[in-house]
């Protein structure tokens, strides 16, 4: 079992850019440090409490000051870029990192995002899936190109020139080429089915209730069956708010806090979902109205606190409610006490996942689908 990083990253009011990003930074930097496996970083483009604008651009930076953590994007929205320039950069990045990559993808669902691009979100899986398409068929040709997919065309043909090697696209370092990734955040997403059905990765979003994760994993094994494919709960990644203090009365003390960085991201995003309506996916009751989902509702059902002991025990009853995974994505959230944040990334490193570890592996090995 894996332990991974995943920053959106979400910033309360009145940072400056360059404020959040050297905190972006010095978190992904420690995770590398204390022995986190992977770090998933999100972009949007016109989200200023979410200001990372490009994921790829971010990690670059991190290359040369990490050592052996996985760098990985979280997500690439896929319809708001050009599918000849992103599959370029992308293998590009896998060879400055040698191989230090996983490509997570995404139809792009902020709507300020979309306008923006000029992106229609109601065929944006379809656009993700067009533009995936037309990456893996770049990779597999040589010049001259002449590709198309249901909503993407790439011709280089003219201007070839095989002795100057004019009009020649990069592929990726790993070979055939980096694992795929996308994240689903609805009650048996579709999104989930299509990773299934594609054989990527699967990411369960941190601010889902435990029924809306345990569904993503039943969409994701429909889709795989019925394309063929057998489901490994390894490639299946569910992150989290966790957060690990020395005690359980300095973890309960820190999360009382009114203004404490947990409870002004769930107060965020609450807006950001209902903006879009999108606040079902934060309810445990069919009947549960609106003006119930709180951030005292969202702390109770998608936060996980405590000292190491219980933040465990509360992993393993969690698991037990959705079924084994592959990685567990601890969710970064803003360093309102830095000491604190980077005491609970230690802890989850040193005390929680080594027995969290001993309680996934046999029941990874132990998954049988026919």
Known sequence: MKLAMFMQPTHSMGWKYHEMYDQDLACAIHADKVGFDEIWVGEHTSQRPEPITSALQFLSSLIPLTERIKLC???VNLPQHSPARI???????????????????GPGGVASD???FGCDRKIGAQMMVSCYEMIRTIWNATPPYDLATSHHKVSIQKTVNHELQLGYMPVPFQNPFPRVATSAMSFLSSTAKLAGAQDWDLISANFNTTAIVASHWQAYVEGALGAGHLPDARNWRIARSVFVADSQAQAEDYLAQKSCSLRVYFEYILNVLASMNYVDIFKTRPDMADDDVTVDHC???MVIFGDSKSVTEQLVAFSEKVGPFGTLMTTFHEWDNEALWRRSMELMVQRVMPQLRDYMTPRLDAQRYE
């Open 114 to 116: 979309g306008e923006v």
């Open 87 to 105: 599959a370029a950069d992308i293998a590009m990045f896998d060879h400055m990192s040698k191989g230090r990559f996983i490509l997570g993808i």
């Open 73 to 75: 994007t979280g997500v």
């Open 299 to 301: 702390i109770k059902e």
